[in-house]
């Protein structure tokens, strides 16, 4: 049984869908992208997961449904989720914004900010300051280390390297290693660009249109024609 399910999953927003029968599976400890074009379904999928839309289909973590649950009992259960919008109080401290995550693993703050400082030190420089004065990278940041506050043992994450410079995409990408080498966390992420994607899945699903049009190993689909596909059309 793998760490995280997904089986034939739709997701709908009113009448209209924007999911169509999409299924995967992370074994745990794994990593897994879910990668393709601006409007391919990437972040309904992970909203799907954490239980804002209205779906069809099955999902399980752990052996356990994740159906009709709401964000707080899956952020309970031990999903982490980092989304693209970031979703920062601006006009709050890092800090601050960090703790709003920790809400369900009160006794962990401590442990749990030491370990983003360690991963992101300059967050521990600049804890004081108001998300809505940083950059980004930093900002980005501060979404990941959020999401970590609520001591995930599954980490969703959003288009890290949406908008940002190449630097911070390394720095976001060794962080994103060591969770999972340190930490031992499972990482699903959804990606526009391929490449950094690649470089940190072991297995990669190619969205298009709402449903999976291709999967492989990064090696299998390095050469494949319906990545192109679905990034620039037939």
């Known amino acids: 049984m793998a760490f995280l399910e997904i089986e034939n999953l739709s997701a709908f927003y009113g009448k209209a869908q924007a999911l169509h029968g999409v299924s995967f599976d992370v074994e745990e400890g794994g990593a897994i992208a879910l990668i393709g074009a601006n409007g391919a379904g990437k972040s309904t999928l992970l909203d799907s997961i954490m239980g804002l839309t209205k779906t069809t289909g099955d999902m399980r973590f752990d052996g356990a449904s994740l159906v009709g649950k709401t964000a707080a009992h899956v952020v309970q259960r031990g999903i982490g989720y980092a989304p693209e919008r970031f979703n920062l109080f601006p006009?709050?401290?890092?800090?601050?914004?960090?703790?709003?995550?920790?809400?369900?693993?009160?006794?962990?703050?401590?442990?749990?900010?030491?370990?983003?400082?360690?991963?992101?030190?300059?967050l521990a420089e600049r804890e004081d300051q108001e998300t809505s004065t940083q950059s980004g990278g930093e900002r980005q940041m501060v979404s990941l280390g959020r999401a970590l506050m609520t001591s995930p043992r599954l980490l969703l994450v959003d288009e890290p390297t949406i908008g940002l410079a190449p630097k911070v995409c390394l720095e976001i990408a060794e962080v994103l290693r060591r969770l999972r080498g340190e930490f031992g966390l499972t990482v699903v992420i959804t990606e526009q660009n391929a490449n950094f994607a690649m470089t940190l899945a072991e297995k990669v699903y190619v969205m298009e249109s709402g449903h999976i049009s291709a999967q492989g190993t990064p090696a299998e689909l390095a050469d494949d024609e319906r990545l192109a596909q679905a990034y620039f059309g037939h």
């Open 91 to 122: 006009y709050m401290s890092v800090r601050d914004n960090l703790l709003v995550g920790s809400y369900t693993a009160r006794d962990d703050i401590e442990k749990n900010m030491k370990m983003i400082h360690e991963l992101f030190p300059r």
